[in-house]
């Protein structure tokens, strides 16, 4: 059992930070991992990037310091986002991206880039109650096409 | 006469479950598990098609996948493999490529004139007289083999899928099971693909004995949690163990192709019997060993009465036991080990009758069984890297030495009994897991993910396995007489000898030169027969020769397969709801579905130039740029200046290639003190996006520049026409339209139709007075609504792409990559002003100079033809008067609803580009007919006197 759900009206943001600035500090994580931190997900999704992704989002990004070579853009508006859930999430990515979905290369928490259906997606592994799941961000005009791989993809389970 | 043999020989089929089916008409049945060729064989139908070339009657040779000459049509489905194929109810099955009949074909005649028709005969043929080609063709056409394709029949499903397994096992007989199983116990992810439709290879017609152990390995494989892929072959070996499964028996689509990334490459593709080459070997009749034991072992089919048993290893031996046991007279075995040896068979049309040995005797037979050596399949090992080796002790070839993550088992290397293949396949097995677990741990430490990987990395496992012994066997390939060698091709040993003495030397050219192993058994069967006989030929021996060059696929995929799942992303703008309800015309503009029109293109032109209009242009490509380094970037990757650029002010661009062919354009705003917002073109967003991110990752790393792609992010709404000012006016409170506050060129930020962070530019596409308004998307629908609704009273309609298109090129604006193409450089565009020759340095800038101190370029020019009610095609030929020189083409062109004339852009040489030249079109029709080059690009208002307004 799959279960697909749009995420349309989640609140992101784009930081982008320099090493040694206090946004970086701040936002901190490995490169390629991400953190719930209260009702806001921080993604570092490269290595000058972070996605803070959830109700939280705003008025996180609004309370960092963005001194010295940083920057933040609001991209709730650009970005959509997409939950694959269930124990067969990761056949159905693995029939639509050619990234190692598994446990071992894409373990609860890890961050990606990868094309999923012909559209670049940053993807979070984002278990939901111990249930595997994915969080995809994509560009949002893609959504309705994107959608229907999905579901496509997801039939056969 | 049934040809059905009792329990409980037939272990693939089930008797209780009869299967009912047609074969050229006629009503037969068979059972479940069946493939169609044990069905017909069964039945008594023993000739199932007809061979290539000279359509000579053929039947089942090797009873397997590789049969080569059981292709058939079922329903509307051509070139299906009998052999294979699975019988299911109600197929309706068909002989193909043979006319009238099977049994009766006129193009058997093909086989009088065979002397005209050998190997290469097409490369020599029908070359004189030239012009009779087209009758050659069409006379040649009709004997192409292959069936019948219903061009009514619906696409079928096909899919695709990745995979990422610890180790993946190509073959699925005893050391292949043994390897998985030993793997998956090692705690190895495993994938195990047998291309037949169980597990258990040589097993499965094997003793009672092997037949239990074939049932219970495939059982603990599944236990263990190996995924299982029958039906399936492992087609391809690429870089990296890049592995492609073509698998067949996936439910609910026709073929799926899997991409598998391996760590560890097992190949246990075992060994596939050679047939032996004499003269009549492809009568009806004449089988493999294999092939008998199959059909008598697993199908329960006897596949004659009275046998000759050629044989020269253990496998004829155990034929001779099989056809014993399913009641068939063995009328003599000749033992080649003995020196024992066949000359010819012969029969009549539908199968042998008699076989006449190497000391003159004969024996009535209706049934030839050869057993004369094995050909080990390499191919994934080539594709690895290896060459195989020549062993003439035991007659094939070997592995020389494949790379470390690529192993091999079973009887590809060795031979051996049951157990010790089985033993072989399990150390491999549990070597591949161990080499798997090092590779895992590397990839792991390489790539950035939430868990760092534990400890350091582990011993990579050497190989101590112990080799399979080599049996002794003698090389026997040909008798005295001459035989069919590639029987899915009709390439006999006559042609491969005749080939050779045509000075084909090389195995690789006498392939091309014959087409021998290029049918759909891909060498399988042919490979080493075709080396045999070059080296019996050349008097060279088989070492000596060597193999060919087996490149994938393994066996044949379907296109279908190979196209997967068609995932074509397509794009549409938070308002495309409600242009689908308002009648918009869809076109696919790149990956955008856009709205053309609503009905009236040219009605929509007008309404603009006279009302107001409002067009939805999200699809524009936008860059958020931050940082105190934009205007270096700005400098760099556009023709003209940056460094001074006013905050509130908006400036246009061209981007060239460092070829100097243009690249993109669009205009640039600097919002604030380190943050700018550039446009590119509706196709140009995504490529500009990545050359941006090249220049500063690559030449320019030490930039502060924050590159943000917000094109759907912030919807794009073109205001244009007279009205415009006013009914932005109506919506805003905080930006002041006054032309002096706001002029064109400019850009603001503040709120409309109570949207903060809205940003409007005075800027425009259309040539009349304009603004370009970016709302975030997610208010994009009211901020569209209350357009229309407060512009009402000012005649506001919403324009589409078409409108747009006309409007542009009524004010001479030209479109990167529609007026410009790829050998286009900035000079071509005329903006030569814009081409700052005197900054340090930009992208393109040493061509552009050159191009225009050489001054041999074309020019982008406007032309109107002179009868203005003719529109001549966009990439119409431009020609010298009275010539078929060209010296340009029309690049756009439209009927201008407002000049009431059709206009032009064309691209010219410089020798016609001056105004008031006359050029010569040339129509799709074949009329030419005259335009005139005009003074400005503009044919309207080429003052800008409306924009500006």
């Not at chain 2, 169980?198 to 003793?207: A, E, N, R, T």
């Not at chain 2, 049932?215 to 690429?238: H, K, M, P, Q």
């Amino acid at each position: 059992m799959v279960e697909i759900t749009h995420l349309d009206s989640m609140p992101k943001a784009s930081v982008r930070a320099a090493d040694g600035t206090a946004a970086a500090a701040a936002l901190g994580l490995n490169f390629g991992s991400s953190e719930r931190r209260g009702d806001t997900l921080v993604v570092r999704i490269r290595p000058d990037e972070w996605y803070l992704l959830g109700d939280g989002a705003p008025a996180m990004a609004a309370s960092l310091d963005l001194s010295g070579f940083a920057s933040m853009v609001d991209t709730s508006h650009s970005r959509t986002a997409v939950r694959v859930t269930g124990d067969r999430a990761a056949d159905t990515l693995a029939k639509l991206g050619s990234a190692d979905f598994g446990d071992h290369m894409t373990p609860n928490r890890a961050a990606l880039g990868n094309g999923i259906a012909g559209v670049t997606c940053d993807i979070v592994r984002d278990d939901q109650s111990g249930v595997r799941s994915y969080l995809l961000l994509l560009d949002g005009s893609f959504v309705t096409y994107f959608l229907g791989a999905l579901h496509d993809a997801a039939s056969e389970f | 006469m049934s040809y059905r043999l009792p329990a409980p020989l037939g272990n693939a089929i089930d008797r209780s479950s009869a299967i009912s089916f047609t074969w050229n008409g006629k009503k037969l049945k068979g059972f479940e598990g069946d493939t169609i060729a044990s069905a017909l064989l069964a039945n008594g139908e023993h000739i199932l098609g007809r061979s290539m070339k000279y359509h000579r009657p053929r039947g089942v040779l090797t009873a397997d996948f590789w049969d080569p000459n059981t292709t058939v049509q079922v329903d509307d489905e051509p070139n299906v493999r009998a052999s294979h194929r699975k019988l299911a109810d109600g197929m309706a099955v068909s002989a193909q490529n043979v006319w009238p009949s099977l049994k009766f074909d006129v193009k058997a005649a093909n086989g009088l004139v065979g002397r005209f028709l050998t190997a290469g005969f097409y490369y020599k043929t029908f070359m004189k007289p030239a012009k009779l080609w087209p009758t050659y063709e069409h006379v040649l056409a009709k004997f192409a083999p292959g069936g019948a394709v219903d061009l009514n029949t619906p696409h079928g499903r096909y899919d695709k899928r990745y995979a990422h397994p610890d180790v993946v096992v190509a073959g699925g007989g005893p050391s292949g099971m043994a390897a998985a199983l030993a793997a998956a116990e090692a705690g190895s992810s495993v994938m195990l693909v047998e291309h037949e439709h169980q597990l258990g290879g040589h097993l499965l017609w094997g003793s009672d004995d092997d037949q239990v152990a074939a049932t219970e390995l495939a059982a603990s494989c599944e236990a263990a949690g190996v995924e299982i892929l029958s039906n399936s072959t492992v087609a391809g070996r690429y870089e990296d163990n890049w592995i492609s499964i073509s698998q067949r028996n996936h439910p609910g689509v026709i073929e799926r192709l899997i991409k598998a990334r391996a760590k560890t490459l097992v190949v246990a593709a075992g060994t596939i019997e050679r047939p032996y080459v004499f003269q009549g070997n492809d009568l009806p009749g004449v089988m493999t060993s294999g092939g008998a034991q199959r059909l008598i072992r697993m199908y329960g089919v006897k596949p004659g009465t009275r046998a000759v048993v050629f044989t020269a290893n253990e496998s004829g031996d155990s034929a001779v036991e099989a056809l014993q046991s399913a009641g068939i007279s063995i009328a003599r075995v000749v033992d080649a080990r003995s020196g024992e040896g066949i000359t010819s068979a012969s029969g009549s049309k539908s199968r042998v009758k008699r076989v006449t040995l190497s000391d003159g005797a004969t024996v009535d037979c209706d049934l030839l069984v050869t057993a004369v050596g094995w050909t080990t399949p390499t191919s994934l090992l080539n594709m690895a890297g290896d060459r195989p080796v020549y062993d003439a002790d035991a007659a094939r070839f070997f592995p020389a030495g494949p790379p470390d993550n690529v192993l091999a088992t079973g009887g590809m290397v060795g031979d051996g009994s049951r157990n010790e293949l089985i033993a072989h396949g399990r150390a491999t097995g549990e070597l591949a897991a161990g080499r798997a677990v090092v590779v895992r741990h590397r990839i792991q430490a390489a790539t950035a993910r939430a868990t760092p990987v534990d400890g350091q990395e582990p011993d990579y496992p050497a190989d101590e396995r112990t080799p399979l012994d080599r049996a002794r066997h003698p090389e026997v390939y040909r008798s005295t007489t001459h035989g069919i060698v590639d029987y899915s091709e009709d390439v006999s040993s006559k042609d491969l000898f005749s080939a050779a003495g045509e000075g084909f030397d090389s195995v690789e050219l006498i392939k091309r030169f014959t087409t021998a192993t290029m049918g759909p058994s891909q060498g399988k069967l042919e490979t080493v027969n075709t080396v045999a006989m070059l080296a019996e030929a050349r008097n060279e021996t088989i070492a000596e020769v060597g193999t060919t060059m087996w490149r994938p696929p393994y066996a044949p995929i379907s296109l279908g397969a190979l196209a997967g799942r068609i995932n074509e992303p397509t794009r549409v703008s938070v308002l495309q709801s409600w242009h689908e309800a308002n009648g918009a015309t869809p076109i696919l503009a790149g990956q955008w579905v856009r709205p053309e029109h609503y009905g009236d293109p040219a009605a929509e032109v007008l309404n603009t130039r006279t009302n107001v209009g409002i067009i939805d242009v999200t699809p524009l490509g936008k860059l958020d740029l931050q940082g105190p380094d934009v205007p270096k970037l700005l400098s760099l990757l556009y023709t003209n200046k940056w460094m001074a650029l006013p905050i509130g002010g908006v400036r246009y661009g061209l981007m060239c290639a460092e070829d100097g062919v243009v690249l993109d354009d669009g205009v640039t705003a600097r919002l604030d003190e380190e943050h700018y917002l550039m446009t590119t073109t509706s196709s140009g967003a995504a490529k500009i996006w990545h050359w941006i991110e090249m220049w500063l990752q690559t030449e320019h790393p030490d930039w502060q520049v924050h590159v943000t792609p917000v094109t759907t992010g912030l919807t794009s709404i073109n205001i244009a026409g007279p009205n415009s000012r006013e009914l932005l006016g109506r919506l805003t409170d905080d930006i002041d339209l006054d032309p002096d506050a706001f002029p064109y060129m400019n850009v603001r930020r503040g709120t409309i139709a109570g949207v903060e962070n809205c940003i409007a530019w005075r800027i425009g596409f259309t040539g009349e007075l304009s603004y370009e308004i970016h709302v975030p998307s997610g208010h994009a629908v009211h901020v569209w609504g209350q357009l229309l609704e407060q512009g009402a009273d000012l005649g506001v309609k919403a324009f589409g792409l078409e409108a747009q298109r006309i409007m542009r090129l009524e004010k001479g604006h030209f479109i990167v990559g529609q007026d410009t193409d790829g050998l286009s450089k900035a000079p071509v565009t005329g903006l030569n002003p814009l081409l700052k020759l005197d900054k340090d340095d930009w992208a393109g800038m040493p061509e552009v100079a050159w191009t225009i101190e050489s001054g041999d370029h074309p020019v982008i020019v406007a032309c109107q033809p002179d009868n203005g009610s003719v529109v001549p095609e966009e990439a119409a030929q431009i020609l010298r008067a009275g010539t078929t020189e060209i010296v340009g083409r029309i690049t756009s062109s439209r009927m201008s609803p407002t000049l009431n004339r059709s206009i032009c852009l064309a691209q010219v040489t410089k020798e016609f580009a001056t105004p008031g030249t006359s050029l010569e079109v040339l129509l799709v029709s074949g009329e030419r007919i005259t335009a005139t080059v005009q003074e400005h690009h503009a044919h309207f208002d080429p003052e800008g006197a409306r924009l500006r307004g």
